[in-house]
């Protein structure tokens, strides 16, 4: 077993403080005014609505090295989970606040982006030098195209972007704030898969790390590094090369702010949190952990190598629950345990699991809507 220590949740004030320091010490995006502007809008227009909105976060976080980046630290998701997880929300009558990774998947494009499906395969030239779509692809293009429009049109669904660990959290900050009117109709779905060290600003260099000493000190006339040879310029690492030459990069926690979420920033809306392992055997722990320790809703807990294969559901006062997607031989399937990714079929899944969570986070959702309006006396 192992060990289970929610007493190291840091107490109330000390969250207020870790909270004060890092988004004093992080620059917000530059975009963050304007998106919040427009994030207001949305959330205002479907709150007097009486609409349920889901925030979707998707995509990975970035972690700077220089403060004028070239280099950066990044992570495996391509955001699928989210930007498919979004279409079922629509689907299913949900406003759609997109917080998602520049240049990730987003809805709907998702099926004709990214390097295997590039959109281009799709088309062809028609009459008149027009651009149309191939017959074999032309249905489902236009499914996706009047669902996209019916989105949009109807202002169900926008889209943000961020890029980096600092702007996803003060972008998550300000865009839960502002879900407040929407009371329990609001729900958090924090698919993105966030960083969980940064470099901190005061040790960040303002310029790109040189890997030669070429520019040092500057030139002047008289010490021009054209005068010399590179003293540096290799990148074998074997232990002959010293210390001063690497680059051994420092990294800091980043703080974990879903306390902060849970209990200031949005305080009435539902707070669903993925929690992603590797290792099959600490999965439930570690999503009942994150439970215990953050007091949220729901945390859906899912492996990298199975993540389109099953996910685990752990919430107060339930049993886990396994939602798996069909699939051969998935009746030898222990109910209660991972599948083990050796039994799955090749390739990918003939069904997205996310349309069987998306419907399983819905009823939790209504339960808990149901749950806030009976302790706040509201009969319907
Ligand atoms: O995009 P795909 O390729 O489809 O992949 C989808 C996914 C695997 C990324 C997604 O399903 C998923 O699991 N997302 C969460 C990944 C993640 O951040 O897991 P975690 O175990 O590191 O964090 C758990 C929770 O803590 C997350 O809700 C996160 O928002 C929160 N957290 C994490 C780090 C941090 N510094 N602060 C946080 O609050």
Redesign the pocket.
Known sequence: MLPHTPSETPPANLNALAEDHYFGANPPPKDLEKHVALAKDFIDFHSAAGRRLVLV????TTVPLEKQTVRFIDN???????A?SAEYFLEAGYAVLFLHRQF??LPFSRHYSHATDCFLDFLREGSNGSVVARDEDAAKMLHVLRKYREARDKNMLLALPFVS?SDYLHELRSIARLMRPLGPNGLLY???????FFVPPDRMSEHKIQSTNAADPLPTKSNSPLNEPETFDNFDSSPAVPRSKRLVVDLD??????KN?VEGWSPEGMIA?????TDPTILVH?ARY?LDRYQHHLV?G?L?ST??WE?VFVSPGNPDQWIRVPFKDGGAVKKDEPVDPKSLPEGEPEVEIESLIIPAVEELHTKYIKSVEERKGIKN
Request: avoid cysteine; charge should be positive; glycine fraction near 10%.
């Open positions: 976060t998707s995509g990975g495996f998701s391509a955001g699928t989970r989210g498919t990730s998947l660990i924090l698919a993105a898969a966030v960083s969980d926690p980043v703080p974990k702010f879903l979420l949190s993925f929690k992603l392992e570690k994150s859906i899912n990298l993540r389109k996910v």
